[in-house]
């Protein structure tokens, strides 16, 4: 264990070495930088996920609905009579990563604005970054909120547009008792202290609550606990493999998705086929955005994106959002008429509707996306039946009344 | 705290601990004999768990998950074989090194996982009669956790008989006690720590595929299982096979019943937290083996 440490310990010291000379070189050449980056006919972005270590498989697929997009808007006549050049960097599913890329594409590239991160983890090690440069970061990912810089436009969905829905859905199909499971980090926390209050304001029962470690695999004490509990429904914000686990002990133990519902937050599409459907069969998962919309704009969407990175490819809420940022950055800088980071957030939280595959939405003054709540149901097919939605489309809000009612969001 | 909860949970602190067993049994043999650490032993586990997928490809249901024991096995053996003549051989007596060869045999084995099946994991799916699961009143036992505890015990009883009762079993013993001495004799103690060696890492392989049936299998799924399996090996004192099943037991059960008061996370810091104040009163283990060997 020692040797890992020491290994951790030299690469944080070599990131600080290389953030401190790209800091020297920054201040020297900090005036040119709008010339730099933009150019008569080009204008650089940055797509920064994570193309290798855990989150590449999801993430992957954000920079390729990214890459699309740009795609579609040079094969039109690009950004104010400009051709986009997108500058793809690996965030390699760490946060120091992220945010040492971050400066990169900002201080060296020189790019008008970044479109990346998925991790609360990553987006809250990129923060200070665009913070310091006053550049503007696209996020793609729903999450806990409690969180508003203006130097980020959050479109993933913001607690109220996800997990209180779902909330208010399993009230409706008359579940009282609910058992909470997540993995042991920032936003499952997040997303259950928000939960609890809501629960015991409107009167119903917590059965229990759970967390594992991230990509932990044994759910012997976690499944007692839930067989004692004996809830109505499971919330469910497990990351990545522990689902797996989670799911197959769960059917082994006599309580499969049909037998006791599971509304799950981190599961879409493109999970639930890695996954297997039989094993997720009949479980319910709330987005912002299901493949399965029958659309017009989302079909001509999911076939733009099936015919460039392969039929069978699963498509999710995040890449859609990924895509939309990509067209909603392009409509405010159209607004604004300029480049320039602030400009473009001015004009981006007052654009008006901009349509995309999961219909009109727009940016709130608060910096994050307008949008509908759609509760939905895994089939055999590994697609989604939409089941319930929100009706109209919900206004952001980053800070839960309930959960953090001294907080508020000023930008 | 209510009883049912008490009685599932003393079964899964069974059922968890012989995981462990199976995890551990591999690092106790070839660090009793050899004083290796083999931090690659984890992804003995992911073979095996690889190994079985591809074997229900190959021969879906029920023979498959039968046949996916044998050939995980003789797989991860393999491998240890080839790990041990490649590098530890070459290693002797250098035990910080062998540390750190066979960390990046590990970071190797994880990436090359990575390459050929895809970084998320890939699924084992278990045959019917693995996926019910047995009720005791207010105890649920799931098959695929029995049949776990039966491939452990079998496990075990194999490896008993084999070092008490055969000739093989004589010569590891005679080597486990005294190296230079059973070289005198005439022991080829060379090919003893080969045979150890990958007989501990094909019992990490069979590990692999009962540790399918519970989890996905992934590139990283070694992982998880090297620090409780290491936690063992300490506790057991080394090298002793009824030391690390009574350790293995004690750390299921201890982290099991933490669990029913507190989260799993906590459960572990808990697990690590006993382990630490253990080996402070029993630094030598639960038990540990007396040699007659001078330099110990």
Partial sequence: MAFRFRQKFKRSSAVWTAAALLAISACSGGEESETAAISEDAVKVGILQSLTGTMAISEITVKNATELAIEQINDNGGVLGREIVAVVEDGASEPATFAQKAQKLIEDEEVATVFGGWTSASRKAMLPVFERTQN????????????????????????????????????????????????????????????????????LE???????????????????????????IIFNTLNGDSNVAFFKQMQAAGMPPSELPVMSFSIGEQEAQAMGTELVE??????????????????????????????????TDPMVHGYLNVYAWKAAVEKAGSFDPAEVREAARDLGGIPTPMGEVNFAPNGSLVQTAYVGKLGSDGQFEIVSD?????????YDPLAFPDQSCEV | ?????????????????????????????????????????GEMLMLGGYLAYLTLIWVPGAPGILLAIPVAFVGAAAMGALIQLSLIRRLMNRPLDTLLATW????????????????????????????????????????????????TILVLGALALLIRRTRIGLTVRAVNQDRMMAGATGIDAGRVDLVVFALGTGIAGLAGVVLALLGPVTPSVGQSYIVPAFLVVIMGGLGSVLGTTVAALL????????????????????????????????????????SRALDE
């Fill in chain 2, 104 to 151: 990046g045999v590990s970071l190797i084995l994880q990436q090359a996982a990575r390459d050929i099946f895809g970084a998320i994991g890939v699924e084992v799916r278990a045959p019917d009669w693995l996926n019910d699961s047995l009720q005791f009143g207010a105890v649920v036992i799931p098959s695929a956790r029995l049949f776990i505890i039966l491939v």
């Fill in chain 1, 206 to 232: 917590l059965a229990g609550e759970a967390y594992v470690p991230l990509g932990g695999t044994d759910f012997s004490g976690v499944i007692s606990r839930i067989r004692s509990a004996d809830p109505d």
């Fill in chain 1, 136 to 203: 503007l970061l696209w996020y793609p990912v729903q999450f806990e909120g409690n969180e508003c810089s203006p130097n980020i436009m959050y479109s993933g969905a913001q607690p109220n547009q996800q997990i209180l829905p779902a909330l208010g859905w399993a009230e409706e199909e008359g579940y009282e008792s609910y058992f909470l499971v997540g993995s042991d980090y920032v936003f499952p926390r997040t997303a259950n202290l928000i939960l609890k209050k809501h629960l015991e304001d409107r009167g």
């Fill in chain 1, 282 to 315: 009949g479980s319910y998962a709330t987005w912002n955005y299901f493949q399965s919309m029958p659309d017009e704009a989302n079909q001509s969407f999911v076939g733009a994106y099936q015919e460039a990175y392969g039929e069978d490819a699963a498509i």
């Fill in chain 2, 251 to 290: 750390l299921g059960l201890f982290s099991a019943l933490a669990q029913t008061v507190v989260d799993v996370s906590a459960a572990q810091m808990l697990l690590l937290l006993f382990v630490i104040i253990f080996i402070q009163v029993r630094p030598q283990g639960v038990i540990s083996i007396r």
């Fill in chain 1, 390 to 398: 929100s009706g109209t489309p919900i206004d952001p809000q980053p």
């Fill in chain 2, 1 to 41: 705290m209510d009883a049912a909860l008490l009685l599932n949970q003393l079964f899964n602190g069974i059922s968890v601990a012989s995981i462990y067993l199976l995890a551990a049994l591999g690092l106790a043999l070839s660090f009793g004999l050899m004083r290796v650490i083999n931090m690659a032993h």
